[in-house]
């Protein structure tokens, strides 16, 4: 259990400290609700700055909630509405992990001040099994192919 808690704060640290800010929804004619699009990419800031946006982002996120559920749906409106209202809820809710971040975060930049770099080595797991179990020959599987794969076919045109 406490591997698994070390684990799971270094995933984490490091979604704290590269998470990128998303991207606005889709706007569209209707009222749907749409989640962020994410980043491909790693953020670009240093860390203070990465607080900073995790900061405004929490406080946008909580604003944002309080507002939701200040309006609920009627209970009279269509089903397809409430599974709307549940949706971005859900999504609000789980927006929180920003505060994760920033204590994260803090805890970081506190150490690295006091020049603590703490135990931060990762060990091998012993649940998953080596890949190197035996030390022979790895294992070969022969393969068929059709005749249209075959990359020497005569009539087959070379790329370069």
Excluded at 128 to 154: F, M, Y
């Amino acid at each position: 259990m406490e591997e698994m808690d070390s684990w799971i704060r270094v995933i984490n640290s490091v979604a704290a400290m590269f998470s990128a800010p998303s991207f606005p929804a889709a706007i569209g004619s209707q009222k749907k609700f749409s989640r962020p699009l994410l980043p491909a990419t790693t953020t670009r800031m240093p860390q203070e700055e990465q607080l900073k946006s995790h900061q405004a982002k929490l406080k946008h996120v909580s604003t944002e909630l309080a507002e939701h559920r200040s309006y609920p749906p009627d209970k009279k409106v269509k089903a397809k509405e409430i599974d709307e209202y549940k949706l971005k809820e859900h999504y609000l809710e789980f927006e929180n992990r920003y505060e994760m971040y920033m204590k994260l975060l803090r805890e970081g930049l506190k150490d690295l001040l006091a020049g603590n770099n703490g135990d931060a080595v990762l060990k091998k797991s012993q649940s998953s099994p080596s890949l190197n179990q035996e030390q022979g020959q790895p294992p070969t599987a022969k393969i068929k192919r059709n005749t249209s794969e075959r990359k020497d076919r005569p009539d087959s045109p070379k790329v370069p």
